[in-house]
């Protein structure tokens, strides 16, 4: 029995080009659409799997999407007399409704179930004028960052040094800040002293003894205004006699 036409579209169908110089890794992007209403399972082989490596290999498409394949060339010695004998194969298969695990789909799906696409690999070495022109890029590329690279020492620096002084205000603000909330914690802590003192000394009072209070009151503070005119005296007595010792 004939096997089924591929399903997914590939891009590009046919070739894919490696574009030299391969003294690096050159990659190749397989573009995989899925165009059907069933999630398709697919695999990427090679015929020299230790050249390539290919990311992913393997996966799921849901139905209507895409998906990139990035195809990496590994480094070597390019002969140009040499064709490339390399080739991909993209296999494929309706993903079941009830699928768990892909690999189990894969070593149970039936040889009429597959479906599949090879491509070819070329590789191309850029042409004389081709390096030309790349080098003249690379070298405008360079000289524009450089000259963007100079032009932004001065700025960076300016902003850099008024960084640092805005810094030295903020900390001089905190602390500052600090030391008043410290003072302002002092002043609450003498505060509720006060408070707990005078509420200590202090008892509650019936409305009858208001002015037996107001007495008490008074007769405090003539107390303290007498001691205050006795203490008054005597500096003035200490001082009149270190005056006449000092005669």
């Known amino acids: 029995m004939a096997r089924p036409e591929q399903v997914l579209l590939l891009e590009p169908q046919h070739e894919l080009k490696f574009r030299g ?19 398709v399972c697919f695999k990427v082989k090679t015929t020299a799997p230790r050249r390539y490596c290919v990311r992913p290999n393997s996966g799921i498409i849901d139905a209507g999407t895409s998906i990139n394949v990035s195809v990496m060339l590994q480094p070597f010695d390019y002969d140009p007399n040499e064709k490339s004998k390399h080739k991909f194969m993209v296999q494929s298969m309706l993903a079941p409704y009830d699928m768990t695990d892909m690999e189990g789909v894969w070593k149970e799906a039936k040889p009429e179930e597959l479906m599949d696409s090879k491509l070819r690999c070329a590789f191309e070495m850029p042409l004389e004028n081709d390096k030309t022109h790349e080098s003249e890029i690379i070298k ?3 000289s524009s960052a450089s000259v963007k690279t100079e032009h932004s020492v001065l700025p960076k620096s300016a902003s850099a040094s008024l960084d640092d002084g805005e810094v030295k205000k903020i900390m001089e603000e905190c602390k500052r800040l600090q030391m008043e909330v410290q003072r302002l914690r002092e002043e609450n802590k003498q505060i509720r002293e006060d408070d707990g003192l005078r509420k200590r000394k202090v008892t509650p009072l019936a409305p009858g003894h208001s002015s037996s209070t107001m007495a008490t009151t008074a007769v405090r503070d003539e107390g303290l205004s007498t001691r205050v005119l006795a203490f008054c005296v005597l500096f003035f007595v200490i001082g009149v006699i270190i005056g006449k010792l000092a005669l």
Request: no cysteine.
């Open 21 to 39: 110089p391969f003294t690096d890794v050159v990659t190749a992007t397989l573009k995989l659409t899925n165009p059907t209403d069933r999630n």
């Open 140 to 142: 405008t590329v360079s």
